[in-house]
């Protein structure tokens, strides 16, 4: 199994910024892609940010050019760093992984437990 945690979200003024932080451990044989998703109350879960083995990235459009998606391969890491963060960013931010465990096993997705980000105006 792949367990992922979660760390560094918070209460933030409008205009800050946070990162936060997803490390994974557990038989990880290959990542395929890494990213975050959020889900505010009443609202559908949403990406937000995705990078996959190739360095690819994704980004929703409401937080392009603010957010940054990176990893660390080593670490099994993954960061998202938040820049100019404004109320509607409010929401509970999932990380999110793709990967096998086993060099004949299917790709599953795994989550994490979710970490609150608040921009206050």
């Known amino acids: 199994q792949v367990q992922l945690v979660e760390s560094g979200g918070g209460l933030v003024q409008a205009g800050g910024s946070l990162r936060l932080s997803c490390a994974a451990s557990?038989?990880?044989?290959?990542?395929?892609?890494m990213g975050w998703y959020r889900q505010a109350p009443g609202q559908q879960r949403e990406l937000v940010a995705l990078?996959?083995?190739?360095?690819?990235?994704n980004y929703a459009d409401s937080v392009k050019g603010r957010f940054t998606i990176s990893r660390d391969v080593a670490k099994n890491t993954v960061y998202l760093q938040m820049n100019s963060l404004k109320p509607e960013d409010t929401a509970n931010y999932y990380c999110?992984?793709?990967?096998?465990?086993?060099?004949?096993?299917?790709?599953?997705?795994?989550w994490g437990q979710g970490t609150q980000v608040t921009v206050s105006s």
């Open positions: 990078i996959t083995t190739g360095i690819n990235t």
């Open positions: 999110y992984y793709n990967a096998r465990i086993r060099f004949a096993s299917p790709s599953l997705s795994y």
């Open positions: 557990g038989n990880i044989f290959s990542i395929n892609a």
